[in-house]
């Protein structure tokens, strides 16, 4: 989608912010794809979906470094990152499960492998790194969920 937005964060804590304020918008079977260079802050951001969720992880059958399980009785959220894999190595790692969950949120960091397997309405986050602790994070929305989920997040963020 064309319509870019951008949002920023000057810690850590501030990220772990937004993402509770994201958290707080999810009503499941969203997916993110979150982008950057190592350290930009994606982990930190999904780390603090899940404690806002009140989520505890448990490790996944297939491949518990690439993709980790957070669930309870209301949400569940799968935490995926495939730094340096390829496309040819994301079969049979058991993301198929995954997928079968329509409600399932997907957070993905270094999502390239999975793009083809996942629908295209999904939120990319691109968390680029700024002087300092200075974020800056562009939503890019791949259709109408995504775009919603955008638009409330940075509503609720300038709102503060
Ligand atoms: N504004 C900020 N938001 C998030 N993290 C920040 C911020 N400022 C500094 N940091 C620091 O940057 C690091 C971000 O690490 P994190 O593991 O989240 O990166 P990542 O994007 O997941 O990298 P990787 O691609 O290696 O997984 C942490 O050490 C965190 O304390
Ligand atoms: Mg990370």
Avoid at 117 to 136: N, S, T, V, W
């Amino acid at each position: 989608m064309k319509n870019i937005k951008i949002l920023s964060t000057r810690s850590p804590a501030q990220t772990r912010e937004l993402a509770r304020r994201f958290a707080g918008l999810l009503k499941g079977g969203e997916i993110v794809f979150l982008r950057g260079p190592i350290g930009a802050g994606k982990t930190v951001f999904v780390k603090g979906v899940a404690e806002a969720l009140g989520l505890k992880s448990s490790p996944t059958s297939a491949s518990f470094s690439l993709m980790k399980r957070y669930g309870n009785r209301r949400h569940t959220l799968f935490h995926i990152d495939l730094f340096r894999l390829s496309e040819g190595e994301v079969f049979n790692l058991g993301f198929e499960e995954m997928l079968e969950d329509e409600k399932a949120v997907i957070l993905a960091e270094w999502p390239d492998p999975l793009a083809a397997m996942l629908p295209a309405d999904r939120l990319e986050m691109e968390f680029i790194l700024c002087e300092g602790d200075l974020r800056r994070i562009e939503l890019r929305a791949g259709g109408p969920v995504s775009e919603a989920l955008a638009e409330e997040l940075c509503k609720k963020t300038n709102a503060r």
